[in-house]
């Protein structure tokens, strides 16, 4: 074969089916035409994806820089923490871009946090350190406002009476958050919800670990009255998956990750990383949970012309309904389509027509 031929063979070629000519890079992608349907879609399922996580770190002292590497490493935007065991509230870096807002006593005891990267850092709203056991902070995710908690319970063998002071202040903290906010709750709840869900299927996944004992029972009724759900019970894991807490031959899951029951659907994952050399009995807890980041967008003039020309027996009722407000006073000095404007634009989520 001349060299004629050889150059007309080389031109003519084409890659083999399985070479990377036909592969089409993930990682980065913008314009997701060209990834295939099923793909595209998983893609679009990440976005406004969190990583959420809770740990005892049994102190903070000495620790901050490492559990700042550590977060980075495993890609955390928020870490609740308890045992902190500084003096009084503050807020103070801790490296890699991590902010700590942290809530304490006069003893150095105890004392809880939470920790938030660079991006949501910037996005608190509120803080609020009720006590050395309990804070929240809110932040703005979008369109919705995530309330983060952190807790920390009494030790097994405390008093009664402390015990059902969290639980009172836990649920108070709890229904002093609107309805229609998000609650991301990390807490180390020193109790056993047992296994199964034996009766509290409304809070409990079937996923659990170990015995139940009475505080078990008595977190479980007070999450089931508040509609929250334990995320981590909800996925069925191996056993060094499951268990946070390690000493010697006895483990026991104590930290527990609780979201609303309407959130449980947008959590991906809940699992423990082990290996992690930090605290050496308590074990990192993460979720994978998505809220939407997009913001509603408003009605505009367009946007009620449109529903004039299509609906027009419905614009008819807004006009009834809205021409004259709550007290009976009428406005004469605005016409009907800034009227029926005015009214979209303020309460206009009660009305049915508009597919809300």
Same mark, same amino acid.
């Given at each position: #074969? ?30 997701? +035409?060209?990834?295939?349907?099923? +793909? ?57 871009? /991590?902010?700590? /807002? ?17 991006? $949501? ?23 919705? $406002? ?5 807790? /920390?319970?009494? +030790? ?13 202040? $836990? ?9 229609? @906010? ?18 509290? @299927? ?30 981590? %019970? ?19 899951? #104590? ?7 309407? %959130? ?35 009605? %505009?003039?367009?946007? $009620?012309?449109?529903?004039?020309? %299509?609906?027009?027996?419905?614009? +008819? ?38 597919? @809300?």
């Amino acid at each position: #074969m001349d060299r004629n031929h050889i150059l007309l063979a080389s031109e003519n070629a084409r890659a083999s089916p399985v070479c990377d000519a036909h592969r089409q890079p993930l990682d980065g992608v913008r314009n997701m +035409q060209r990834v295939p349907s099923a +793909q595209r879609r998983r893609l679009k399922k990440r976005v406004g994806e969190w990583r959420c996580a809770t740990w005892n770190i049994g102190t903070m002292n000495g620790r901050s820089r490492e559990i700042a590497e550590t977060l980075k490493q495993r890609k955390v935007k928020i870490l609740c923490v308890q045992e902190v065991r500084w003096r009084g509230g503050g807020v103070i870096e801790i490296g890699e871009g /991590y902010k700590l /807002y942290y809530s304490g006593n006069r003893t150095g005891r105890n004392g809880v946090g939470i920790i938030l990267d660079e991006e $949501l850092k910037q996005r608190v709203v509120e803080v609020q350190r009720p006590s050395d056991r309990l804070m929240t902070i809110k932040v703005l995710a979008g369109k919705s $406002l995530v309330n983060i908690v952190s807790g /920390y319970t009494q +030790q097994i063998g405390c008093e009664d009476q402390e015990e059902e002071e969290f639980r009172e202040q $836990l649920e108070q903290s709890v229904r002093e958050i609107p309805e229609e @906010e998000e609650i991301i709750l990390g807490a180390d709840l020193n109790c056993n919800v047992g296994e199964t869900a034996g009766g509290y @299927e409304a809070c409990h996944g079937g996923f659990g670990y170990g015995l139940r004992n009475e505080e078990g029972e008595k977190m479980l009724e007070t999450l089931e009255s508040l509609e929250l759900v334990l995320v981590n %019970t909800g996925f069925k894991n191996r056993d060094e998956h499951i268990t946070t807490y390690r000493s010697g031959d006895s483990s026991s899951q #104590m930290d527990f990750l609780v979201v609303r029951k309407r %959130t449980r659907k947008n959590v991906r994952d809940a699992k423990v990383i082990p290996g992690e050399a930090v605290a050496y009995q308590y074990r990192l807890l993460v979720m994978d949970v998505t809220f939407s980041t997009k913001r509603k967008r408003e009605t %505009t003039g367009k946007k $009620l012309q449109k529903i004039k020309r %299509t609906n027009g027996k419905n614009y +008819q009722k807004w006009k009834v309904r809205y021409s004259k407000p709550a007290g009976g006073v009428s406005h004469p000095q605005e016409d009907e389509d800034e009227q029926v404007s005015r009214h979209i634009g303020g309460g206009g989520r009660n009305v049915g027509c508009l597919g @809300e």
